[in-house]
């Protein structure tokens, strides 16, 4: 059991308590097995406190230090932690359930085994965390800061990570089922930026990732549940470890103009549409005496369907270019249309393959 004077002076109050500590630096406070459900410790001090197997449901710890803390097996179901500092603290095996962890400090701490089911982490620093084996399913963590934590073997089933910062942390044999995870956000980013140049270049890497989620050098080979969620950490994993090569942001752009990052069929197929008519269009421009034509009238809609059976590369042979110009912007066509049907089909194939082989 806790030390019962300690204990007494707590209950006098925050003030009173965080007043004793000061003038007490040195003291190892012992509020072992204690019961402080529904207590009121606001802004309250307890740094390396021993609260092993205390009983703080429902208990408001808002802006509470509890850096180093030793709450294994602790009570803290409904607690209030909200912008409360656990750095290094100890919550193995502590029943976090529905606790609100939002805008807490957590970097280090110590969650093996806890069970935060339904738990609020949304904007937490959860730096070197170790969550592993810990029940995390139906929290939420969003704009977490999770970057190289462990939660190897832990349950993340319908966890809510939208904006969370997940790089260099470690998935492996972990329950990634039903997670929510924020994707195609093209057009929310622009209206956010209210369409202001400034503002959208701020948001550059967002809409080249379509995500804002961030899970550079991530270890989720072997994560389960959701092979879509893990196909997508891999190839953010690819996107951004590109984004930082040399000239990396120039062909992330142009690839993503092109084709979403060979993740748009559509966008593909439609620039394919555009090159067609473009040439369609200076084929017009040339004007007749530029081609042999063979039982046709020369007009946009002769050009467009000349253009589109080169671009194709099937060549029909019933117009052909009689100029040496003619000549050269068809070549550029038919070497465009190989590039642009090679790719067509790269994409569709991935489109179309079975996944997660």
Same mark, same amino acid.
């Given at each position: ?7 007494? !002076? ?11 500590? &000061?003038?007490? =630096? ?15 410790? &606001? ?35 409904? +607690? ?17 359930? /529905? ?7 957590? =970097? ?9 089911? +339904? ?6 620093? +959860?730096?070197?965390?170790? $969550? ?10 969003? *704009? ?18 939208? %904006? ?7 998935? &492996? ?17 622009? *209206?956010?930026?209210?369409?202001? =140049?400034?503002? !959208? ?9 379509? #995500? ?8 989720? #080979?072997?994560?389960? %549940?959701?092979?879509?969620? *893990?196909? $997508? ?19 992330? /752009? ?22 067609? !008519? ?8 040339? %004007? ?34 009689? #100029? ?17 049907? %090679?790719?067509?089909?790269?994409? /569709? ?9």
């Amino acid at each position: 059991m806790g030390n019962r004077e300690q204990l007494a !002076i707590l209950k006098q109050g925050v003030e009173v308590w965080n007043n004793w500590r &000061e003038q007490h =630096p040195n003291a190892e406070i012992n509020l072992e097995a204690t019961d402080l459900s529904d207590t009121d410790l &606001e802004r309250v001090n307890l740094a390396d406190a021993n609260l092993e197997r205390a009983n703080l449901s429902r208990a408001c710890l808002n802006q509470a230090n509890l850096v180093r803390a030793r709450l294994q097996r602790a009570n803290l179901a409904h +607690a209030n932690l909200a912008h409360a500092n656990l750095a290094h603290a100890h919550l193995e095996k502590a029943n976090l359930v /529905f606790a609100n962890l939002e805008d807490a400090m957590l =970097p280090f701490a110590h969650l093996d085994g806890s069970n935060l089911s +339904a738990a609020n982490l949304k904007m937490a620093y +959860a730096e070197d965390a170790e $969550f592993r084996r810990a029940n995390l399913s139906y929290s939420t963590l969003r *704009k977490a800061i999770l970057a190289s934590s462990d939660f190897r073997h832990a349950n993340l089933q319908g966890a809510n990570l939208e %904006g969370a910062n997940m790089t260099s942390i470690n998935l &492996e044999s972990t329950n990634v089922s039903q997670v929510k995870y924020d994707r195609h956000i093209f057009l929310g980013t622009l *209206k956010e930026s209210g369409f202001h =140049p400034k503002a !959208i270049g701020g948001r550059y890497v967002d809409l080249i990732l379509d #995500t804002t989620i961030r899970c550079k050098g991530i270890h989720a #080979t072997s994560c389960h %549940g959701g092979q879509r969620f *893990k196909l $997508f950490l891999l190839d953010q994993d690819y996107l951004e470890e590109m984004l930082q090569t040399r000239g990396g942001r120039i062909w992330c /752009f142009l690839w993503w103009l092109f084709a979403d990052c060979g993740r748009s069929l559509p966008r593909w197929t439609g620039w394919s549409c555009v090159f067609a !008519i473009l040439y369609a269009g200076i084929y017009t421009t040339l %004007g007749r005496d530029h081609f042999l034509v063979a039982n046709m009238r020369y007009s946009f809609i002769t050009a467009l369907y000349y253009s589109i059976v080169t671009f194709t590369t099937l060549g029909f042979g019933d117009i052909a270019p009689k #100029t040496d110009l003619a000549a050269l912007i068809v070549c550029s066509e038919v070497i465009l249309g190989y590039v642009m049907l %090679g790719g067509l089909i790269s994409i /569709f194939s991935g489109k179309l393959s079975r996944r997660g082989a």
